[in-house]
């Protein structure tokens, strides 16, 4: 298994610049996650899909961020226009079941010059 | 020890002591809990997890300890080993969603040859 796959792996960009993070999960998974993580605020939740219908994204710090799910197999986290403060690793995740553990990709570190 | 919203804080031992990494949870209503481990570069990965049936539980060379009483979790690491050396995430099920994690702001580990 080749677990959370998220691609790029680093991604340098200047200010109002838009951004594209992917991500595939584990195949079987049906639920997936994109999380931010910074120094400050720790690991928060962005957004949570479920058999590809985005449930919760009230962790979307605003209209800038968008993401989506055309398939359990492939997701997206799109920053525009993007700004310097969104610098931080963002990672993805998925799990197979409500109580299931859940597996990280490696994570896109972005910077936002 | 850590605790969700304080900086990171640091552990270091010797190679071959055991680490115990403390955690203090803010919400009652959690019910599940987890462990991650996170080594410079990569996504968190699954140590271990409890429910709050539990007040134990054991896995190889790690345990973890639940005091639902002071809403206090901690993770020991037995003959603790170079490779054990990363930042350790405690999360729990906010509030009994059967989704949403919070994560602590980690403690950095680092192990003495």
């Known amino acids: 298994d080749a677990g959370v796959i998220q691609s790029p792996r680093h991604e340098v960009t200047e200010m109002g610049q838009e951004v594209t993070l992917r991500c595939k999960p584990i195949?079987?998974?049906?639920?997936l996650f994109w999380y931010r993580q910074t120094m400050m605020r720790g690991l928060e939740l962005l957004i949570y899909?479920?058999?590809?219908?985005?449930?919760?994204d009230s962790g979307m710090p605003e209209d800038r961020f968008s993401a989506k799910m055309p398939n359990a197999s492939f997701s997206t986290l799109k920053i525009q226009p993007s700004e310097p403060r969104d610098s931080a690793v963002y990672f993805c995740a998925s799990r197979g079941s409500a109580n299931e553990k859940l597996f990280f990709g490696s994570g896109t570190q972005l910077s936002v010059l | 020890g850590e605790s969700v919203g304080l900086h990171l804080p640091t552990l270091s031992v010797q190679e071959g002591d055991n680490s115990i990494i403390n955690c203090a949870y803010s919400n009652s209503a959690s019910d599940y809990f987890i462990w991650y481990k996170q080594e410079s570069g990569k996504g968190p990965q699954f140590i271990i997890d409890?429910?709050?049936?539990?007040d134990k539980r054991q896995g190889q060379r790690v345990t973890v300890l639940l005091n639902k009483t002071v809403k206090h979790l901690s993770l020991q690491i037995a003959a603790t080993q170079p490779g054990d050396s990363a930042v350790y995430f405690c999360?729990?099920?906010?509030?009994?969603?059967?989704?949403?994690?919070?994560f602590g702001k980690g403690t950095l580990l680092t192990v003495n040859p």
């Open positions: 409890i429910r709050s049936n539990m």
């Open positions: 999360a729990e099920n906010s509030g009994g969603s059967n989704y949403k994690l919070t």
């Open positions: 195949s079987g998974h049906n639920s």
């Open positions: 899909f479920n058999n590809n219908v985005p449930i919760d």
